[in-house]
Nanobody
Framework: QLQLVESGGALVQPGGSLRLSCAAS????????IGWFRQAPGKEREGVSC????????NYKDSVKGRFTISRDNAKNTVYLQMNSLKPEDTALYYC????????????????????WGQGTQVTVSS
């Protein structure tokens, strides 16, 4: 049974940093692309960053480029999202999701193309 569990969300001041983790189990992790998505109240879920099964291809939403870094450790079945220089507009519920490896899906990083989802972790950026 495929399972994804997010952790690391918190309340942080503007300019601060957080590292989110997505721990996976129940499937062959290194055959799946993983994405980080977020949803703020009243807004649609959006892709933040996606990474291919090997980690060789990554994609970022324009507004987080240069501030967020996605990475994965296939030995630990975990994907990370390092978030620096956080802004109030980054406030959202952050989800990780998995899909069978596809370079196109990683480049699109669209929620509709990812199949399995975690429960989410809340990130709040506020002074």
């Amino acid at each position: 049974q495929l399972q994804l569990v997010e952790s690391g969300g918190a309340l942080v001041q503007p300019g601060g940093s957080l590292r989110l983790s997505c721990a996976a189990s129940g499937f062959t992790f290194d055959r799946y692309a993983i994405g980080w998505f977020r949803q703020a109240p009243g807004k649609e879920r959006e892709g933040v960053s996606c990474i291919s099964s090997s980690g060789g291809i990554t994609n970022y939403k324009d507004s987080v480029k240069g501030r967020f870094t996605i990475s994965r450790d296939n030995a630990k079945n975990t994907v990370y999202l390092q978030m620096n220089s956080l802004k109030p507009e980054d406030t959202a519920l952050y989800y990780c999701a998995a899909t069978a490896q596809s370079s196109l899906r990683v480049r699109l990083c669209a929620p509709s193309t990812f199949d399995s989802w975690g429960q989410g972790t809340q990130v709040t950026v506020s002074s």
